[in-house]
């Protein structure tokens, strides 16, 4: 089983920043992919960014330019820093972790992320 622990949301100003981190704990195979996903009241969960194990990364158009993820792998853990942020990116913000092998997905507790205009 795998374990994701997530911290860093908050309440920040348009225009501010906030850096989540996750870290993962448990059985986790090597190949993987960890990152972020997004829900806001009334709308669906959406991909925020992903990385890959060996590097690749994908981001929504929504938030290219402003959010980056990086992972140290060392650690397990996934961050995501959040630049010129806007109000449509308040949400709960969920760290997942999947397991490409197996084809398994694991999900974190969710962090509310609140930017308020």
């Known amino acids: 089983q795998v374990q994701l622990v997530e911290s860093g949301g908050g309440l920040v100003q348009a225009g501010g920043s906030l850096r989540l981190s996750c870290a993962a704990s448990?059985?986790?195979?090597?190949?993987?992919?960890m990152g972020w996903y997004r829900q806001a009241p009334g709308k669906q969960r959406e991909l925020v960014a992903t990385?890959?194990?060996?590097?690749?990364?994908q981001y929504a158009d929504s938030v290219k330019g402003r959010f980056t993820i990086s992972r140290d792998n060392a650690k397990n853990t996934v961050y995501l820093q959040m630049n010129s942020l806007k109000p449509e990116d308040t949400a709960v913000y969920y760290c997942?972790?999947?397991?490409?092998?197996?084809?398994?997905?694991?999900w974190g507790q969710g962090t509310q992320v609140t930017v308020s205009s």
């Open positions: 990385m890959h194990s060996g590097g690749y990364t």
């Open positions: 997942y972790l999947r397991s490409i092998a197996i084809q398994a997905d694991y």
């Open positions: 448990g059985r986790i195979l090597s190949l993987n992919a």
